[in-house]
């Protein structure tokens, strides 16, 4: 993996959904563990990480049962689908990838995507 180029996001009211996507340039996507984390003024913090095998996910207690975490290796895509927004989700979402998705996000992330803004109105 090379670049992740991110997508979606926007202004959305609270109780709506939305999914975010982010599309990797590079080779052997298939082999990399996938993350998204997300970063207000104050601080970045884990969402949600896919394993490679997809054999595995995790969720941030903040998001779990809301979010969705998913991929197609078929077109070096992952996803973000995040449901019964709140004003709480509102930040700068950024997709990541790189080896060893764990319960806190990636432990080594090989690349960064650029952020993609999520605001909830209330």
């Known amino acids: 993996v090379q670049d992740l180029v991110q997508s979606g996001g926007g202004l959305v009211q609270a109780g709506d959904s939305l999914t975010l996507s982010c599309t990797a340039s590079?080779?052997?996507?298939?082999?990399?563990?996938l993350a998204w984390y997300r970063q207000t003024p104050e601080i970045r913090t884990f969402a949600a990480s896919i394993?490679?095998?997809?054999?595995?996910?995790y969720y941030a207690d903040s998001v779990k049962g809301r979010f969705t975490i998913s991929r197609d290796d078929a077109k070096n895509t992952f996803y973000l689908q995040m449901s019964r927004l709140n004003v709480d989700d509102t930040a700068v979402y950024f997709c990541?990838?790189?080896?060893?998705?764990?319960?806190?996000?990636?432990?080594?992330?090989?690349?960064w995507g650029m952020g993609t803004q999520v605001t909830v109105s209330s």
């Open positions: 990541a990838a790189g080896r060893t998705a764990y319960a806190k996000g990636i432990r080594v992330v090989s690349a």
């Open positions: 590079g080779s052997r996507f298939s082999d990399y563990d």
């Open positions: 394993s490679a095998n997809s054999d595995s996910t």
